[in-house]
Structures are given as C-alpha cells and as structure tokens.
C-alpha cells in the first residue's frame, strides 16, 4: 500500500505541474490541493517520524541552520546565474506567479500548507519506505531523484535547479536525522525566505 501511494503522489504531483504549466489550472489552487491530498494519504498508510536517530533539538536547529545556509547559497547562485537574461526572465517568471494573491497568503500557502505536505509525503512517506526496504542510502538517492523529477513538468529551470539542490539537502537531513524533523524546518525556512527575501530578479517583480 505505501508504495501504491507514493507511485500515486508523485503522479499526482507531476501531473499538477503539468496541468498548471499547459494553462489547464492555476497554480495556487492545484498544486496545494494537490500537495495535502497527497499528504493525507501519505499518514494514512505510514505515520511520520519526526527524528529517530537525533535528539530533536538537534534536528531543528541543523534543519533550521541548513535552510538558511541554503538560502544564502541560492541568493549566491542566482546573483551569477542572473547574469544570463534567459535565466533572469525564468527567475522574474517563478516570482511573476505569486502576484495573483498577497505576498502573505502566497507565504501561508507555501510554508504552512504546501511544503508541510511534501515533507509528510516525500521524506515521511517514501524516503522512510524506501530506507525500511532498501536502506537509508539507496532510500535517499531514489527520494532525491524522484523528488527532482517531479518538478521537471514545471518546465522552469530554477525551479528543478531548486528541486535538485534543496531535494539533496532534505533528504540528506532525513538520513542523518531518521525522520522528516529537520528536512521540514529547512525546507521552510529556505522557501519561506525566498518568498520574503527574494534574489535579485524577484525583488524587480516585487517593486513593479
């Protein structure tokens, strides 16, 4: 059954990025009914563990400390990257897509709904499976790839640049921690900081 599901979720989620990006739904009703649905399913067949190897003081503060380390890499990164317009462009595109909504509900819906719900599903459900059959590092390999893969239908370079790194990041965390403890608070407070604090390309969406 857990495997049935998370073959299921990473469908689903892969089929939201490509229903959004072919103009067939928006984005920010798609993907977070999407996300919790596959969320709720994921606790439904395996319980999450927040961190069976770590203390969870410990997990939180390498989890938080990473997701702003993260954060700073990525600011980095795009202050160069940003130096090629097409990738300027798909930068200003990403941060285009919350002007819809407030800036505050964007962030509500993106550090309390949709990244909760793809840590339960991607580090409490499969990484968790997978380390159960396989072993926690084939188990952190297989998340990080599927979990890249997912978001290629986005057809937005950073964003499956974002997937790539930050993927590897969590489910590293998830590894050293066994659980979804620390992978979450970075994977917040990176997304969360993207959102208020964004690079360069979004600020120009921002004051515009």
């Not at 709720?40 to 190897?53: E, G, H, M, Q, T």
């Not at 893969?149 to 930050?166: E, H, K, M, Y």
């Amino acid at each position: 059954m857990e495997l049935a599901v998370a073959v299921a979720g990473f469908l689903a989620e892969g089929g939201a990025w490509w229903a959004v990006r072919a103009g067939r739904m928006p984005l920010w009703r798609t993907l977070p009914v999407t996300l919790v649905a596959m969320a709720l399913a994921a606790v439904a067949v395996r319980p999450p563990v927040a961190a069976s190897d770590v203390a969870v003081p410990a997990a939180l503060a390498v989890g938080a400390s990473s997701g702003v380390a993260l954060y700073l890499a990525t600011h980095a990164f795009v202050a160069i990257a940003a130096r090629s317009d097409r990738f300027r462009r798909a930068t200003v595109d990403i941060y285009s897509e919350a002007r819809p909504i407030p800036i505050a509900t964007a962030l509500v819906l993106s550090v309390v709904v949709m990244v909760p719900a793809e840590e339960l599903f991607w580090r409490g459900l499969v990484q968790a499976e997978l380390a159960a059959r396989h072993g926690v590092a084939a188990a952190a390999i297989v998340t990080w790839v599927a979990f890249t893969a997912v978001n290629v239908p986005s057809r937005s370079v950073p964003i499956v640049l974002g997937a790539a790194v930050g993927g590897a990041v969590w489910a590293a965390l998830a590894w050293w921690s066994g659980g979804m403890l620390a992978s979450l608070a970075s994977h917040i407070l990176w997304t969360g900081l993207m959102l208020a604090l964004p690079p360069a390309p979004g600020r120009e969406v921002v004051r515009s």
